[in-house]
Protein backbone atom coordinates (compact mmCIF):
# COMPACT_ATOMS: atom_id res chain seq x y z
CA UNK A 1 0.00 0.00 0.00
CA UNK A 2 2.81 2.14 0.53
CA UNK A 3 6.34 2.63 1.84
CA UNK A 4 7.75 5.39 3.43
CA UNK A 5 11.30 5.03 4.83
CA UNK A 6 12.06 7.86 6.50
CA UNK A 7 8.95 6.85 9.34
CA UNK A 8 10.31 7.72 12.87
CA UNK A 9 10.51 4.08 14.35
CA UNK A 10 7.49 3.01 16.26
CA UNK A 11 8.19 2.08 20.23
CA UNK A 12 5.59 -0.58 19.49
CA UNK A 13 6.82 -4.05 17.24
CA UNK A 14 4.96 -4.11 13.72
CA UNK A 15 3.22 -7.25 13.98
CA UNK A 16 -0.07 -6.98 15.65
CA UNK A 17 0.31 -9.92 17.54
CA UNK A 18 3.60 -8.74 19.29
CA UNK A 19 1.65 -5.17 20.04
CA UNK A 20 -1.42 -5.92 21.42
CA UNK A 21 -3.55 -5.73 18.44
CA UNK A 22 -5.60 -8.35 16.37
CA UNK A 23 -4.26 -9.58 12.74
CA UNK A 24 -5.75 -8.32 9.91
CA UNK A 25 -5.68 -11.41 8.13
CA UNK A 26 -8.31 -12.45 10.58
CA UNK A 27 -10.73 -10.26 8.20
CA UNK A 28 -10.41 -13.54 6.50
CA UNK A 29 -12.25 -15.87 8.98
CA UNK A 30 -14.36 -13.41 10.47
CA UNK A 31 -17.50 -15.73 9.67
CA UNK A 32 -15.84 -18.66 10.94
CA UNK A 33 -15.13 -17.27 14.50
CA UNK A 34 -12.53 -14.15 13.25
CA UNK A 35 -9.08 -15.95 15.21
CA UNK A 36 -8.08 -19.17 15.49
CA UNK A 37 -9.37 -19.58 19.12
CA UNK A 38 -12.82 -18.87 17.46
CA UNK A 39 -12.91 -20.97 14.55
CA UNK A 40 -12.08 -23.81 17.01
CA UNK A 41 -15.17 -22.57 19.41
CA UNK A 42 -17.06 -22.98 16.39
CA UNK A 43 -16.09 -26.50 15.50
CA UNK A 44 -18.57 -27.27 18.59
CA UNK A 45 -21.22 -24.61 18.57
CA UNK A 46 -21.69 -24.22 14.94
CA UNK A 47 -20.38 -26.75 13.07
CA UNK A 48 -22.74 -26.20 10.53
CA UNK A 49 -21.49 -23.28 9.38
CA UNK A 50 -18.04 -24.47 9.51
CA UNK A 51 -18.62 -27.22 7.22
CA UNK A 52 -20.47 -24.60 4.86
CA UNK A 53 -17.07 -22.52 4.99
CA UNK A 54 -15.28 -25.52 3.63
CA UNK A 55 -17.81 -27.20 1.30
CA UNK A 56 -18.62 -24.42 -1.30
CA UNK A 57 -18.97 -24.76 -4.70
CA UNK A 58 -15.52 -22.80 -5.27
CA UNK A 59 -13.98 -24.47 -2.44
CA UNK A 60 -14.82 -27.73 -3.97
CA UNK A 61 -13.49 -26.96 -7.83
CA UNK A 62 -10.18 -25.83 -5.85
CA UNK A 63 -9.39 -29.17 -4.93
CA UNK A 64 -10.17 -30.64 -8.08
CA UNK A 65 -7.39 -28.17 -10.08
CA UNK A 66 -5.56 -29.24 -7.06
CA UNK A 67 -5.59 -33.44 -8.06
CA UNK A 68 -5.86 -32.66 -11.76
CA UNK A 69 -2.72 -32.48 -13.20
CA UNK A 70 -1.54 -35.23 -10.66
CA UNK A 71 -4.74 -36.75 -11.83
CA UNK A 72 -5.47 -38.08 -7.80
CA UNK A 73 -2.71 -40.26 -7.34
CA UNK A 74 -1.44 -38.92 -4.10
CA UNK A 75 -4.35 -40.69 -2.50
CA UNK A 76 -2.68 -43.99 -2.52
CA UNK A 77 0.08 -42.17 -0.26
CA UNK A 78 -2.29 -40.37 2.44
CA UNK A 79 -0.34 -40.14 5.43
CA UNK A 80 1.87 -37.70 3.14
CA UNK A 81 -0.98 -35.81 1.62
CA UNK A 82 -2.73 -35.47 4.98
CA UNK A 83 -0.11 -33.07 6.18
CA UNK A 84 -1.00 -30.03 3.47
CA UNK A 85 -4.73 -30.54 5.16
CA UNK A 86 -3.73 -27.74 7.73
CA UNK A 87 -3.39 -25.64 4.70
CA UNK A 88 -6.03 -26.73 2.83
CA UNK A 89 -8.37 -26.21 6.05
CA UNK A 90 -7.21 -22.32 6.51
CA UNK A 91 -7.98 -21.86 2.82
CA UNK A 92 -11.30 -23.23 2.32
CA UNK A 93 -12.23 -21.21 5.76
CA UNK A 94 -11.21 -18.12 3.87
CA UNK A 95 -13.80 -15.69 2.82
CA UNK A 96 -10.99 -14.88 0.22
CA UNK A 97 -11.47 -16.19 -2.79
CA UNK A 98 -7.95 -15.82 -3.91
CA UNK A 99 -7.03 -18.24 -1.22
CA UNK A 100 -9.08 -21.07 -2.89
CA UNK A 101 -7.44 -20.37 -6.49
CA UNK A 102 -4.78 -22.66 -7.33
CA UNK A 103 -2.94 -20.32 -9.57
CA UNK A 104 -2.15 -17.87 -5.84
CA UNK A 105 0.54 -18.28 -3.89
CA UNK A 106 -1.88 -19.43 -0.78
CA UNK A 107 -1.27 -23.13 -1.99
CA UNK A 108 2.79 -23.08 -1.71
CA UNK A 109 2.59 -25.19 1.45
CA UNK A 110 0.32 -27.62 -0.26
CA UNK A 111 2.10 -28.51 -3.43
CA UNK A 112 5.19 -30.18 -1.97
CA UNK A 113 3.11 -32.28 -0.12
CA UNK A 114 0.84 -33.82 -2.78
CA UNK A 115 3.54 -33.78 -5.46
CA UNK A 116 5.35 -36.02 -2.96
CA UNK A 117 2.65 -37.83 -2.07
CA UNK A 118 1.75 -38.32 -5.62
CA UNK A 119 5.51 -39.85 -5.82
CA UNK A 120 5.51 -42.42 -3.16
CA UNK A 121 1.60 -43.52 -4.67
CA UNK A 122 3.07 -44.26 -7.94
CA UNK A 123 5.84 -46.21 -6.20
CA UNK A 124 3.84 -48.37 -4.25
CA UNK A 125 1.94 -49.50 -8.19
CA UNK A 126 3.39 -52.54 -9.97
CA UNK A 127 5.96 -51.55 -12.58
CA UNK A 128 4.17 -51.73 -15.72
CA UNK A 129 1.07 -49.62 -14.24
CA UNK A 130 3.82 -47.36 -12.51
CA UNK A 131 4.97 -46.68 -16.07
CA UNK A 132 1.56 -45.48 -17.48
CA UNK A 133 0.61 -43.72 -14.36
CA UNK A 134 4.01 -41.48 -14.29
CA UNK A 135 3.44 -40.84 -17.60
CA UNK A 136 -0.16 -39.89 -17.64
CA UNK A 137 0.84 -37.32 -14.83
CA UNK A 138 3.39 -35.82 -16.76
CA UNK A 139 1.03 -35.85 -19.91
CA UNK A 140 -1.84 -34.20 -17.45
CA UNK A 141 0.54 -32.01 -16.12
CA UNK A 142 1.79 -30.35 -19.15
CA UNK A 143 -1.55 -29.66 -21.13
CA UNK A 144 -2.99 -28.28 -17.92
CA UNK A 145 -0.02 -25.96 -17.73
CA UNK A 146 -0.53 -24.99 -21.18
CA UNK A 147 -3.80 -24.26 -20.77
CA UNK A 148 -4.15 -22.36 -17.31
CA UNK A 149 -0.31 -21.76 -16.93
CA UNK A 150 1.06 -18.06 -18.41
CA UNK A 151 2.17 -19.95 -21.64
CA UNK A 152 -0.51 -18.77 -23.69
CA UNK A 153 0.62 -14.88 -23.02
CA UNK A 154 3.39 -15.81 -25.21
CA UNK A 155 1.42 -16.11 -28.16
CA UNK A 156 -0.68 -13.03 -27.57
CA UNK A 157 -3.42 -14.91 -25.70
CA UNK A 158 -4.83 -15.01 -22.27
CA UNK A 159 -4.78 -17.69 -19.80
CA UNK A 160 -7.76 -19.92 -18.93
CA UNK A 161 -9.69 -17.48 -16.67
CA UNK A 162 -6.54 -15.17 -16.61
CA UNK A 163 -6.58 -11.28 -17.64
CA UNK A 164 -6.61 -10.53 -20.91
CA UNK A 165 -3.55 -9.23 -22.42
CA UNK A 166 -3.65 -5.19 -22.28
CA UNK A 167 -4.00 -3.39 -25.88
CA UNK A 168 -0.82 -1.76 -27.54
CA UNK A 169 -2.95 1.68 -27.36
CA UNK A 170 -3.47 1.34 -23.20
CA UNK A 171 0.30 -0.36 -23.02
CA UNK A 172 1.47 3.12 -24.72
CA UNK A 173 -0.33 5.27 -22.40
CA UNK A 174 0.48 3.93 -19.13
CA UNK A 175 4.41 3.86 -20.93
CA UNK A 176 4.23 7.81 -21.70
CA UNK A 177 2.42 8.27 -17.94
CA UNK A 178 5.24 6.28 -16.23
CA UNK A 179 8.05 8.54 -18.13
CA UNK A 180 6.47 11.70 -17.12
CA UNK A 181 6.91 11.15 -13.46
CA UNK A 182 10.13 12.30 -12.47
CA UNK A 183 12.43 9.75 -10.67
CA UNK A 184 12.58 10.18 -6.83
CA UNK A 185 9.42 12.20 -6.42
CA UNK A 186 6.45 10.83 -4.03
CA UNK A 187 3.81 9.63 -6.23
CA UNK A 188 0.45 7.70 -5.44
CA UNK A 189 -0.31 5.16 -8.32
CA UNK A 190 -2.52 2.50 -9.83
CA UNK A 191 -1.39 -0.78 -8.88
CA UNK A 192 0.13 -1.88 -12.84
CA UNK A 193 1.41 1.19 -13.05
CA UNK A 194 2.74 2.10 -9.41
CA UNK A 195 5.01 -1.59 -9.97
CA UNK A 196 7.16 1.08 -12.79
CA UNK A 197 7.31 3.79 -9.99
CA UNK A 198 7.69 1.48 -6.56
CA UNK A 199 11.64 2.40 -6.78
CA UNK A 200 11.86 5.36 -4.51
CA UNK A 201 11.68 6.69 -0.98
CA UNK A 202 7.81 7.41 -0.76
CA UNK A 203 5.14 5.22 -2.69
CA UNK A 204 1.54 4.90 -2.45
CA UNK A 205 -1.25 2.58 -3.71
CA UNK A 206 -4.42 4.82 -4.80
CA UNK A 207 -6.17 5.92 -3.06
CA UNK A 208 -3.69 6.83 -0.66
CA UNK A 209 -1.98 10.17 -1.60
CA UNK A 210 0.32 10.67 1.72
CA UNK A 211 3.45 12.85 0.54
CA UNK A 212 2.47 12.08 -2.99
CA UNK A 213 3.18 14.78 -5.65
CA UNK A 214 2.25 13.37 -8.97
CA UNK A 215 -0.76 10.73 -8.90
CA UNK A 216 -0.73 8.15 -11.91
CA UNK A 217 -4.62 6.83 -12.47
CA UNK A 218 -5.31 4.31 -14.80
CA UNK A 219 -9.50 4.15 -14.63
CA UNK A 220 -9.15 0.65 -16.14
CA UNK A 221 -7.01 -0.74 -13.16
CA UNK A 222 -9.84 -1.45 -9.89
CA UNK A 223 -7.61 -2.32 -7.68
CA UNK A 224 -7.16 -0.08 -4.33
CA UNK A 225 -5.48 -0.40 -0.59
CA UNK A 226 -8.79 -0.55 1.68
CA UNK A 227 -8.49 -0.59 5.78
CA UNK A 228 -10.30 -3.91 6.19
CA UNK A 229 -8.16 -5.34 3.80
CA UNK A 230 -4.21 -6.28 4.00
CA UNK A 231 -4.00 -6.79 0.28
CA UNK A 232 -5.68 -4.62 -2.84
CA UNK A 233 -9.06 -5.00 -3.53
CA UNK A 234 -11.34 -4.83 -6.54
CA UNK A 235 -13.10 -1.69 -6.46
CA UNK A 236 -13.06 0.05 -9.42
CA UNK A 237 -16.17 2.84 -8.42
CA UNK A 238 -13.10 3.94 -6.07
CA UNK A 239 -10.78 4.63 -8.76
CA UNK A 240 -13.13 6.78 -10.66
CA UNK A 241 -14.38 8.49 -7.89
CA UNK A 242 -10.95 9.06 -6.53
CA UNK A 243 -9.89 10.37 -9.96
CA UNK A 244 -12.79 12.40 -10.42
CA UNK A 245 -11.74 13.97 -6.73
CA UNK A 246 -8.86 14.56 -7.74
CA UNK A 247 -9.74 16.12 -10.96
CA UNK A 248 -11.60 18.86 -9.22
CA UNK A 249 -8.82 19.79 -6.24
CA UNK A 250 -7.46 22.92 -8.03
CA UNK A 251 -4.15 21.98 -5.74
CA UNK A 252 -3.66 19.04 -8.20
CA UNK A 253 -3.44 19.88 -11.97
CA UNK A 254 -4.07 17.53 -14.38
CA UNK A 255 -0.82 16.50 -17.48
CA UNK A 256 -1.79 13.95 -19.14
CA UNK A 257 -4.73 11.98 -20.08
CA UNK A 258 -4.83 9.11 -23.24
CA UNK A 259 -6.79 5.35 -22.40
CA UNK A 260 -8.16 5.93 -19.11
CA UNK A 261 -4.70 6.91 -17.94
CA UNK A 262 -4.28 10.05 -16.35
CA UNK A 263 -1.28 11.58 -14.23
CA UNK A 264 -2.02 14.44 -11.96
CA UNK A 265 0.72 17.34 -10.49
CA UNK A 266 0.74 19.02 -7.45
CA UNK A 267 0.29 22.85 -8.83
CA UNK A 268 3.34 23.77 -6.39
CA UNK A 269 5.15 20.78 -7.33
Not at 16 to 41: K, L, M, N, T, W
Not at 212 to 221: H, I, Q, R, S
Amino acid sequence: PCSDKSRPRRKKPRVPAFSGEDSIFYGFYGHVGGSPQGVIRMVFTDPVTILGALFEVHDIVYVVWLGLPLLGFFLLSPGLAAVALPQLLANGLSDFRSMTDPRYHSVAAVIPFVIAATVFGIARLGVPRRTFASAAVLVSSAVLALIVGPWPRAVGMAPLGGRPTLPPARVAALSDAVLLVPKGVPVSASNTAGSHLSARRYVYSIPNLGRAEWVVVDLNDPWVVSADSPILTNHPEIVRSFAAKIGRDTSWRKVFGREGVLVFRRAAA
